[in-house]
């Protein structure tokens, strides 16, 4: 190919025993707003929200504490055929309005991140309602920094400057949670999904669990810092679509040998080796607002994937899946982050 592939040397992911469905894998929901009344871009409406959690229970998943289930699924422990657990965004006061209450009827456990400097401005939740929820035992309290800015190290930005950016983001917000809340749980959402090597370095120094927006289920090979999530705003959670993601098994491949993302070239390529006995022609990928990409056999069970034409926006990604059987996918997704891109 003509143009330089995106961390080339570092995209021979190492290959994963191989053992179908024996290990159980998390998928993890992402939500923001539960709300009839708020930006659509990033709200499932409670109709849709209470049809999700039905669903669920309809096909008899397990719905589960976050922090020890990511564990399990990461050790390859988790006995269950397959595992849900429900996350929230930012902290919005309509989590405690609306999606409160349908969670705890049913006994539900879940996972707030939490801004700390939004808290108890308009449309956030406040300290109290925090820690009202948090008292509970289904409910736990995560860090989402303190000021839900763009972590990434921006271009010019100098090493010293980042790093002090990033220890202030991080470190005092979980400071301010532990203190207000008692919550030292040691769990991570990246704002906007974007994450760097250097960001990914940093959570992983303070051995926390790093979770982002990219879709996908958590499995015995994904990289502890770069968990996946499947955003449920009204565009991507509708019931159809749904029931394939709950069932979604985690690509059998090494995820921390994946790039950490940022571009240079645009558009970006991506190169994997498939497991053994995988075929190129059953992989299908797609990206972002293009459908579906060409996929190109390199050699070796290798495969690129490269979008016909470049991106215009700062966050874009990759999705591959394949089939695992039973009516199952495996699933991964690739997020890239063009930093030329002005922030949101």
């Not at 979980?174 to 990246?190: D, M, V």
Request: charged content about 20%; hydrophobic content about 35%; overall charge negative.
């Amino acid at each position: 190919m003509a143009k330089r592939l995106v961390s080339a040397n570092l995209l021979a992911p190492a290959i994963l025993a191989f053992s179908g469905n024996a290990c159980a894998d998390l998928v993890v929901l992402q939500y923001h707003h539960v709300s009839d009344a708020t930006p659509a871009s990033t709200s499932t409406s409670t109709s849709l929200f209470a049809a999700q959690l039905d669903l669920i229970s309809e096909m008899d998943l397990s719905v589960v504490p976050l922090e020890s289930a990511t564990r399990e699924a990461l050790a390859g422990e988790a006995e269950n055929e397959q595992l849900v657990a429900i996350t929230f965004d930012d902290a919005y006061e309509s989590v405690y309005r609306n999606a409160r209450p349908l969670l705890e009827s049913r006994g539900v456990p879940y996972t707030v991140f939490v801004n700390t400097d939004a808290v108890g401005g308009q449309g956030y939740m406040t300290w109290e309602q925090l820690a009202e929820i948090s008292s509970t035992e289904h409910v736990t309290l995560a860090n989402h920094s303190t000021d839900h800015g763009h972590l990434a190290r921006k271009p010019g930005e100098s090493q010293d400057r980042w790093s002090e950016r990033i220890a202030y983001s991080l470190d005092d917000a979980a400071e301010e949670l532990q203190q207000r809340i008692g919550s030292g749980t040691p769990l991570f959402a990246y704002p906007y999904g974007e994450f760097d090597k250097g960001l990914l370095h940093a959570v992983q120094e303070r051995g926390w669990y790093g979770y982002g927006q990219q879709s996908g289920a958590i499995g015995k090979g994904s990289d502890p810092t770069r968990l996946p999530r499947f955003p449920m705003a009204n565009a991507y959670g509708q019931l159809g679509s749904l029931k394939d993601k709950l069932l979604s098994k985690a690509f059998p491949i090494d995820g921390s040998q994946l790039p950490d993302g940022v571009i240079e070239d645009n558009p970006p390529v991506l190169t994997f080796t498939l497991p053994d006995g995988f075929t190129a022609s059953r992989l299908t990928c797609f990206g972002s607002g293009m459908g579906q990409i060409e996929i190109f056999e390199t050699g070796d069970g290798a495969v690129s994937v490269e979008a016909p034409e470049p991106f215009n926006s700062r966050r874009f990604r990759y999705n591959c899946t394949y089939p695992s059987g039973n009516g199952q996918y495996y699933w991964m997704s690739q997020q890239w982050l063009d930093l030329e891109q002005p922030e949101d």
